[in-house]
């Protein structure tokens, strides 16, 4: 109950428009981004240059949009304000319809990056689709899902994580290295980030169903991260791994959030406990 007003004042923001002309235009969807902002998690910026342009409509903000005004639907409801619920219905019913009707890339059977951009749709394969699978069950059809799911695992799927980009995509970066424009250059654009199989896991196993194949399967992504935690920072995760094999471990040695979404997916869509990994004895 303590925190029901701000949660009300943030769907509030985003409805009546914040800085960075982020706001829900009038198709229900959230826009945003003005010339040399970078507004979402694919954040790279070099002096005035943007290295992932992603103004206009992302996926996984559309995604996340839709899932918060379920979440304030149901809080409206349990505190007793049913205008307020209802609010976040009809607007949650808008953004759904636009969706569905604006996001699917039928030539390329995926789901645009983003939309309404200054330069339209982006057709890049990138893992941000992932996110309207696993946050919500209504986004897209299960064929649709299944399509999406094909596509990611043909082009981004590696045993450590997802690339940021398809490799066949002419601005991929296969490796992380370099100079900080280099880097940065590299950062969302191919290099390989280990927290995305939380995601990913989670649109697998909702789209395919919890048996115990799919879950054998699912589980059998996360191998090369049990491989993992005994290099680089022992015990750990990295941050980030090249695009290209043999996958060199890259960015900070460990970061909380790679080791986190692999274990949520563990436990959540797998019905697994904690692992508990033994870690080799190295003789120095």
């Known amino acids: 109950a303590v925190a029901w007003p701000a949660i009300k004042q943030i769907l509030d923001g985003y409805r009546e428009g914040t800085r960075y002309d982020i706001h829900m235009d009038i198709d229900g969807l959230i ?20 290295v ?34 209802k609010r976040c219905r009809q607007d949650r019913a808008r953004a ?6 604006r996001f699917w890339y039928e030539d390329g059977q995926y789901l645009f990056d983003t939309i309404d951009g200054p330069a339209g749709s982006h057709t890049s394969i990138r893992p941000n689709q992932m996110y309207a699978i696993s946050l919500c069950d209504d986004l ?12 990611v695992t043909e082009h981004l799927l590696t045993p450590v994580g997802l690339r940021t980009l398809s490799p066949h995509d002419a601005n ?9 424009m280099e880097r940065d250059r590299a950062y969302h654009q191919g290099t390989v980030w280990p927290f995305l199989f939380g995601p ?8 395919f169903g919890s048996t115990p194949e799919n879950q054998k399967v699912a589980r059998s992504f996360l191998n090369g991260l049990e491989e993992h935690v ?10 980030i791994f090249d695009g290209e094999a ?29 692992p508990r990994f033994s870690i080799k004895s190295t003789s120095i």
Do not use: N
Request: hydrophobic share 35%; aromatic share 8%; glycine share 8%.
């Open 140 to 151: 897209v059809t299960r064929d649709q899902a299944i399509r999406v799911l094909r596509t």
């Open 246 to 274: 043999p996958h060199h471990p890259r960015g900070c040695p460990a970061q909380a959030w790679s080791i986190a979404e692999p274990l949520r997916a563990m436990v959540e869509d797998l019905g697994s406990s904690i």
């Open 172 to 180: 991929y970066c296969p490796r992380y290295e370099g100079g900080p």
């Open 230 to 239: 005994h290099e680089a920072c022992i015990g750990q995760i990295s941050e």
């Open 31 to 50: 826009t945003g981004g003005t010339p040399g902002t970078q507004l979402t998690w694919m954040d790279a910026k070099v002096g005035d240059w943007v």
């Open 200 to 207: 990913f896991i989670t649109s697998w196993m909702k789209t």
């Open 96 to 101: 759904l319809a636009s969706f569905r009707t």
């Open 52 to 85: 992932t342009p992603r103004h206009g409509k992302p996926v996984e903000v559309q995604a996340l949009w839709m899932r918060a005004l379920d979440i304030g639907r149901r809080l409206a409801t349990q505190f007793l304000e049913p205008t307020y619920a």
